[in-house]
């Protein structure tokens, strides 16, 4: 079982930033994906970020390219997404996820966390 746990979320004005975390335990040593996904409102859950383990690999959706950015710390078993200039459009709910290989497909990851509330305001 791995545990998952978000934090980080809140209001925000357009063009502002804010860093989401998501803490992992349990037993995070078989998974190789990371992922951050997002569903706003009356939308389905999209793939925003990924990570592999050691970092050294990660996937973006087009749309926050150059302005997310996902890295992990290991040491605290922490995944981060990093957002700059958001937009009303990142407003949605945020969950971390771990998978055991890298991808962007949701039903390629099989434990989630409760999720974090992003609001940007315009």
């Known amino acids: 079982q791995v545990q998952l746990v978000e934090s980080g979320g809140g209001l925000v004005q357009a063009g502002g930033s804010l860093r989401l975390s998501c803490a992992a335990s349990?037993?995070?040593?078989?998974?190789?994906?990371w992922g951050w996904f997002r569903q706003a409102p009356g939308k389905e859950r999209e793939f925003v970020a990924a990570i592999g383990w050691s970092g050294g690999s990660t996937l973006y959706r087009d749309s926050v390219k150059g302005r997310f950015i996902i890295f992990r710390d290991n040491a605290k078993n922490t995944v981060y997404l990093q957002m700059n200039s958001l937009t009303p459009e990142d407003t949605a709910v945020y969950y971390c996820a771990a998978a055991p290989t890298l991808g962007t497909a949701i039903n390629e990851y099989d434990y989630w966390g409760q999720g974090t509330q992003v609001t940007v305001s315009s």
């Open positions: 349990g037993r995070t040593f078989n998974r190789n994906g």
